[in-house]
């Protein structure tokens, strides 16, 4: 551990640890970050960059990147190389998203809006009894709303494509694969309520005898869902 105290930045090697414990007590919403090298910084602007291999957990959120950015004051978070989040408050209600780079915008310690730019990858489990089953969405942008700890809305910009299953009473009904300039995904209580396709709109509907056993062949391209540890 280095500290420079003229320059207000101090530097951390050998796999270091950050525990940020809320001021409220909640261990829930206690920051724990793990990288090879921290360097803080308490100027005008307080941060943390975490470098290599770093993992994020607060609360229900938890990350994965070779950069972290982590602004204190703000209240936010930007990822970069290769940065994934996954975020649920159970396995039947989990999401993963990656991107190029990402901007977390979190509003009293709970993440609000999430920005992701550049091969930008969303994907939520689609059912708990069906677990090779997952809705997902793709484009070189998206933004993913969320309230109450739950998501609320996802949009995707610039070569939009989703792809989401049906069911009907709790058993499978099918998948749609739709495509357009931009989709709006809105969620009620964590699941698909309805989908809005604007600009250039193609769709495909794959009826359930087709789709059953067979979810691998429906995944979009760069699917690549990777469990939470």
Same mark, same amino acid.
């Given at each position: 551990?280095?500290?420079?105290?003229?320059?207000?930045?101090?530097?951390?090697?050998?796999?270091?640890?950050? &525990?940020? &414990?809320? +001021? #409220? /007590?909640?261990?829930?919403?206690?920051?724990?970050?793990?990288?090879?090298?921290?360097?803080?910084?308490?100027?005008?602007?307080?941060?943390?960059?975490?470098?290599? #291999?770093?993992?994020?957990?607060?609360?229900?959120?938890?990350?994965?990147? =070779? !950069?972290?950015?982590?602004?204190?004051? %703000?209240?936010?978070?930007?990822?970069?190389?290769?940065?994934?989040?996954?975020?649920?408050?159970?396995?039947?209600?989990?999401?993963?998203? #990656? *991107?190029?780079?990402?901007?977390?915008?979190? !509003?009293?310690?709970?993440?609000?809006?999430?920005?992701?730019? *550049?091969?930008?990858? $969303? &994907?939520? @489990? $689609?059912?708990?009894?069906? @677990?090779?089953?997952?809705?997902?969405?793709?484009?070189?942008?998206?933004?993913?709303?969320?309230?109450?700890?739950?998501?609320?809305?996802?949009?995707?910009?610039?070569?939009?494509?989703?792809?989401?299953?049906?069911?009907?009473?709790?058993? =499978?009904?099918?998948?749609?694969? +739709?495509? =357009?300039?931009? !989709?709006?995904?809105?969620?009620?209580? *964590?699941?698909?309520?309805?989908?809005? !396709?604007? =600009?250039?709109?193609? /769709?495909?509907?794959?009826?359930?005898?087709?789709?059953?056993?067979?979810?691998?062949?429906?995944? %979009?391209?760069?699917?690549?869902?990777?469990?939470?540890?």
């Amino acid at each position: 551990f280095e500290n420079f105290r003229k320059q207000k930045f101090s530097r951390m090697t050998e796999r270091p640890f950050v &525990i940020q &414990i809320d +001021s #409220s /007590g909640g261990r829930n919403d206690t920051l724990f970050v793990r990288s090879n090298i921290m360097e803080a910084y308490q100027d005008s602007t307080e941060r943390l960059v975490a470098i290599d #291999s770093v993992t994020i957990t607060r609360g229900e959120l938890a990350a994965a990147a =070779g !950069v972290s950015i982590f602004y204190t004051a %703000l209240d936010s978070m930007i990822l970069r190389r290769s940065p994934v989040i996954w975020y649920g408050t159970s396995t039947s209600d989990e999401h993963q998203v #990656s *991107g190029d780079s990402m901007f977390i915008k979190l !509003v009293n310690r709970k993440i609000r809006t999430a920005y992701v730019r *550049g091969d930008a990858f $969303a &994907i939520s @489990r $689609a059912d708990s009894t069906y @677990r090779n089953r997952f809705n997902q969405m793709t484009g070189q942008e998206i933004i993913l709303g969320f309230e109450e700890n739950k998501i609320q809305r996802i949009d995707v910009d610039k070569t939009a494509t989703s792809l989401y299953y049906l069911f009907d009473n709790g058993k =499978g009904n099918g998948a749609n694969k +739709s495509t =357009g300039d931009h !989709v709006a995904i809105i969620f009620v209580d *964590g699941r698909i309520d309805a989908i809005k !396709v604007i =600009g250039g709109t193609e /769709g495909q509907y794959f009826p359930e005898k087709m789709v059953n056993n067979h979810e691998a062949d429906y995944n %979009l391209a760069g699917f690549n869902w990777k469990e939470r540890k």
